[in-house]
């Protein structure tokens, strides 16, 4: 583009403008390329990085955990997390923990003595931000563990018993796919004050279960963890059928007994002995009963057993079953 001041004979205050305006315009257009170039300048860097929240902790033993959240998608903005701590003079730095995580275990505290806890985060400018909430704790003794645990499978649901460790005594059940590997977040919903706790059962899974005791307290005083209890459905013998009975008819015999309660029982199977035979499989059945078209005029022995996930059961039996025509029935 390309103009003089003889384009503008009649009013030169109006090239005297337009040349202005131009060389500020070129100079714009070559500022944005050259910041182009470089990366807008930002004062984000500057700004306060978003605080830790929801700051909590747990009393476990000979440890204090503390537990925060951060949002994921802001880890980039900030170089770590400091924790500040207090006995009662003045909060002092205690650590300074890495960005991804989220956990610590302060082990250096006495029971029965107030601490207060809040945590910060700090961007690579070295700016910190505001506070988090303000905990405060004061970590009791812990009770023992709870013994003689045991399980049962009820109505299709695990269930776990164990005997109190006293009164007053709370407990939270720990569950877990893989053995002596337990989180923090127990499988009960609110501390339990019954020695009793309704699982989902799975036929197809091992599960390990482990119970741990606490105090009624606003934090978590839990103690150490009571022995580890696997429920393995592999491993699960079936107990024998009850009340194995039979109706024998003249051209078969009908096997019956009671439905087991055991809702993990996945069949039953049937043995039959004639004479000095051995036994032998004659059939499986999912329902607790089963029909033999063998002629029931050879008296035969009979032997039933429940089938688990993986094991069978021991049998129950039936001797001498035969049909026998009744006395002086009528044939025509």
Known sequence: MHFDKNDFPDCPSKFLLLSVSFIAITLSLLFIASCGKKGAPTLKSYEK???????????????????????????????????????GTGFSRMSHIERTRRSHVDADFKTGQTYSYKIISRNFRGIYSDDSNIINITPLNFPAPPANITFRIEDGSLVLEWEKSGDGILYNIYKSPEKNAYGLDPANKS????????????????????????????????????????????????????????????????????????????????????????????????????????SPTIMRDYRVSSVGPSKEGSPAEIKGAVFIPEIGAKRE
């Not at 204090?64 to 980039?76: A, G, H, N, Q, T």
């Open 49 to 87: 990085p978003e605080p830790p929240s929801f700051l909590r902790a747990i009393h476990r033993e000979n440890e204090i955990i503390l537990r925060w959240d951060f949002p994921k998608d802001k880890e980039s903005e900030i170089s770590d997390f400091i924790i500040f701590k207090s006995s």
């Open 191 to 294: 501390p339990l004050s019954e020695n009793y706790f309704r699982d989902v059962f799975n036929i197809n899974k091992i599960f390990y279960y482990s119970i741990r005791s606490l105090t009624k307290n606003d934090i978590r005083d839990e103690g150490p963890m009571s022995e580890e209890i696997i429920v393995n459905p592999s491993e699960f013998v079936p107990p024998s059928p009850e009340d194995l009975r039979y109706f024998a008819a003249d051209d078969r015999i009908f096997l019956y007994w009671k439905e087991p309660s055991e809702t993990w029982v996945t069949g039953f199977r049937i043995y039959r002995k004639l004479g000095n035979q051995d036994y032998k499989l004659i059939g499986e059945t999912q329902i607790p009963a089963f029909l033999d078209t063998e």
